[in-house]
C-alpha cells in the first residue's frame, strides 16, 4: 500500500495548497487576504512542515474477530492528541479505522490543525518535539443506517453520498467498534455541527455502538461530541467523567457528575481531562494501549516534509499601540477585547481593524495569571493558522497580540463595552472570575463563534434577573448551551443576533464578525454620546 500512499500524499499537498501561499479562491475573501499581508504590521515566517499520512485499516483488511479501534475525524483535530494515539495503535500492531464523512474531493482526507494545541501548557510540557508535525486521516468508514433502518456502517469504498445506505453493514455484536476515540481541538464541534447535526444517522450509530459495550475514550473537548449526541438529553448522563479545566457547568447542564481527577474510568466511559503528563499514560493503560512493540515499518502510514509561509499580523506593531493598549483618541469609547492563544484569525482582525478606524481606545485582555507566576505584566497570544482551506479568507495567516492578563486590569477601568473571539480562545477565559466581573460590569457585549462560550456564568447568559437575551454561536457549540437553549438561535452561518435590550450582539461565524462589530460598535457610540 505505500506506493499507492505515496502517490496519495503528493496529489493531497497539491490540492489543499500546502506550501503554495495562494490566496482564497473567492475574490472577496481574497480582498481581505491582501489587505492583511499588504498591512506594515504583517510580516511573512517560514515554517517547517512534517506530514504524517495515516490510511488506517480499509474494510477487507480487517479481521472483525479482533479488537478494531476506531477515530471519529473531520478537520482541525488536535496534532498531538491524534497524533500520538495513531503511534501507540500503530506500535501495537492494532487494527484502527476512521470514522467520519469523507470530503467530496480528496477521497476522504481529514487533516488536523498544525501546534494549535487544546491545552497548549500542558501539551508543549509533555513533549515540545511535537510542534511542527501535521496528520492526515483518510474516512474507512461513514457512520450511517441500513435500508431497514439499522444503525451500521458503511465502507468507505462503497459509499455513495446520494444513497448513503448502500453497502451499508449493521451494527452488531460480531460487527462492532472495540473503542471509539473523540479527540480534542476545534474538530469536536466541526462534528457537531456536520456530521452529527440534527440527530442525524451518525448519531444513532454511535449511540448503538454504545448500547453495544463499546468503550467510548475522549480527550479535552472531544467528551462535546458525547455530551451532543442526544436531543433531549446526552447518552452519558449519570455517568462520571473528566471535563476540560474550568468546565464544571458543561457538566452539570447534561446531568454528568464532575470527576476530581483527571482522569476518569466510568464503566466503559474513559475521559481525559487534557492532554498532559498527568494523564497520557493512564489514558493509554485504560484503553489497554500501554506497551507498543511494533519495530517494522508501517505500510498504512508516510511522512512527508513541506516548507510553508505563515502571514503574520503583530498588533504590537500597530500607530498608538502602548503594551497592551490602543489609545488614539482619548475622547472616544474605551472598550475590552477578550482575545486568547488559538483565536479564530479572521474574527481577531476584524475587530482590531474595525475598532481602530473607529479610533476607539482598546485594551487587549486574556486569562487571569495563575499565582505564583510572578505577576507576568504583558502577555503575548497568537490565534490558529487555518491552512489549506480555499474559501477562508485568512487562510495560512495568523495574528500576534499583546495583552494583559484578566487579574492584572486596573479594576478602577470602566469599559463602554467588550468583544470576544472565538476559536479556542474562549475556553481559557470560561470560569475566570476576573474576566466575569469585567463582562458584569460592562454595558455592551459582542462575542462571535465560538466566543458566547466565554459569557457562561456572566449576566449576560446567566442573570440573577430576567431573562437572557436571544443570542446564536458556532452551531457546532450548541451543547454548552442546553441550559438556555430557550434562548439560542439557529442562523445560517454568517448571520448576526441582537438581542432585544439591543446591548448583546452575536455572530454565528467568522464571517458574521464585521457585521457584529459594526453594530456593536454603533451602539456603544450611541450610549456615550
Not at 207 to 216: A, D, K, Q, S, V
Request: hydrophobic share 40%; charged share 20%.
Amino acid at each position: 500500500m505505500s506506493a499507492g500512499l505515496e502517490a496519495e500524499a503528493e496529489k493531497l499537498l497539491e490540492t489543499h495548497g500546502i506550501g503554495t501561499g495562494k490566496p482564497p479562491a473567492d475574490p472577496r475573501a481574497a480582498e481581505l487576504f491582501h489587505q492583511f499581508c499588504d498591512r506594515s504590521e504583517t510580516t511573512p515566517v517560514g515554517i517547517a512542515v512534517e506530514n504524517r499520512f495515516f490510511s488506517g485499516f480499509q474494510h477487507n483488511e480487517i479481521d472483525w474477530s479482533k479488537p478494531v479501534h476506531g477515530l471519529l475525524v473531520d478537520f482541525k483535530g488536535d496534532s498531538m492528541q491524534i497524533g500520538m494515539l495513531l503511534q501507540h495503535l500503530e506500535a501495537s500492531d492494532e487494527q484502527y479505522v476512521f470514522l467520519g464523512n469523507p470530503p467530496p474531493f480528496n477521497g476522504g482526507w481529514h487533516f488536523t490543525a498544525l501546534d494549535d494545541f487544546e491545552h497548549a501548557l500542558e501539551q508543549r510540557r509533555l513533549d515540545p518535539r511535537w510542534k511542527g508535525i501535521r496528520i492526515w486521516h483518510k474516512v474507512n468508514y461513514v457512520l450511517s443506517t441500513t435500508v431497514s433502518g439499522e444503525p451500521a456502517l458503511v465502507p468507505k469504498e462503497m459509499f455513495d453520498p446520494k444513497n448513503k445506505q448502500q453497502g451499508a453493514i449493521a451494527i452488531s455484536e460480531s460487527f462492532k467498534l472495540t473503542t471509539v476515540f473523540f479527540t480534542g481541538g476545534l474538530m469536536p464541534h466541526t462534528l457537531n455541527a456536520t456530521l452529527l447535526s440534527d440527530q442525524s444517522d451518525a448519531c444513532a450509530a454511535l449511540i448503538r455502538c454504545m448500547e453495544l459495550g463499546t468503550r467510548f475514550a475522549a480527550i479535552g473537548h472531544g467528551l462535546d461530541v458525547l455530551l451532543a449526541l442526544g436531543k433531549d438529553s446526552s447518552p452519558i448522563r449519570g455517568k462520571r467523567a473528566a471535563v476540560f479545566p474550568n468546565q464544571e457547568h458543561l457538566l452539570q447542564i447534561h446531568g454528568v457528575e464532575a470527576s476530581g481527577d483527571p482522569l476518569c474510568i466510568d464503566g466503559t466511559l474513559v475521559t481525559a481531562s487534557f492532554w498532559g503528563q498527568a494523564t497520557m499514560q493512564p489514558f493509554f493503560a485504560a484503553v489497554n494501549l500501554e506497551a507498543p512493540s511494533r519495530s517494522s515499518p508501517s505500510l498504512r502510514a508516510i511522512r512527508r516534509s513541506t516548507t510553508e509561509t505563515a502571514f503574520c499580523f503583530d498588533a504590537a506593531k500597530m500607530a498608538h499601540c502602548s503594551g497592551s493598549c490602543l489609545t488614539s483618541d482619548p475622547k472616544a469609547p474605551t472598550v475590552a477585547f477578550f482575545v486568547d492563544d488559538v483565536a479564530d484569525p479572521i474574527e481577531t482582525y476584524t475587530i482590531i481593524n474595525h475598532l481602530t478606524k473607529l479610533q476607539f481606545n482598546v485594551h487587549f485582555i486574556s486569562h487571569s495569571e495563575a499565582e505564583g507566576c510572578g505577576g507576568t505584566k504583558m502577555r503575548r497570544v497568537t490565534s490558529e493558522t487555518v491552512w489549506g482551506n480555499a474559501m477562508y479568507a485568512l487562510k495560512d495567516c495568523c495574528c500576534e497580540v499583546p495583552t494583559l492578563p484578566a487579574n492584572l486590569v486596573d479594576t478602577t477601568l470602566r469599559f463602554d463595552g467588550f468583544f470576544v473571539a472565538g476559536g479556542q480562545c474562549p475556553y481559557y477565559m470560561i470560569n475566570d472570575s476576573s474576566i466575569r466581573a469585567i463582562m458584569d460590569s460592562t454595558p455592551i457585549a459582542a462575542a462571535v463563534c465560538h466566543g458566547p462560550e466565554a459569557l457562561i456564568g456572566t449576566k449576560w447568559l446567566h442573570p440573577k434577573e430576567g431573562e437572557v437575551g436571544k443570542f446564536v454561536s458556532y452551531y457546532g457549540a450548541w451543547m454548552s448551551f442546553r441550559d438556555v437553549l430557550h434562548a439560542y438561535e439557529r442562523k445560517k452561518p454568517g448571520e448576526i443576533c441582537v438581542d432585544a435590550s439591543g446591548r448583546l450582539f452575536t455572530g454565528n461565524a467568522p464571517n458574521a464578525t464585521s457585521a457584529m462589530v459594526e453594530r456593536a460598535c454603533d451602539a456603544i457610540l450611541a450610549l456615550t454620546k
